[in-house]
């Protein structure tokens, strides 16, 4: 079970109901992925060899452009 003391869908200003619906349950799903042990692949674009970069976390995206 998600513990969270906020919706997501309120932290980021969704105010229409069904929307807000579906981006908490999509934020949930992907928590609860992470909670069972997955990590998250995130896919950068691609380097100079036409190969996709994978990340696991933003944060590595954005020391790359530091």
């Known amino acids: 079970m998600l513990d969270m003391h906020i919706r997501p ?3 980021v200003g969704i105010y229409d109901s069904y929307l807000a619906f579906c ?5 949930a799903y992907i928590i609860k992925r ?6 998250p692949i995130i896919k950068e674009g691609k ?11 933003p944060s590595d995206i954005y020391n790359r452009y530091k």
Request: overall charge negative.
């Open 9 to 11: 869908s309120e932290l």
């Open 47 to 57: 380097n100079a060899k036409g190969q996709t970069i994978h990340v696991s976390k």
């Open 23 to 27: 981006f908490d349950e999509a934020c």
């Open 34 to 39: 992470i909670q069972d042990g997955e990590e």
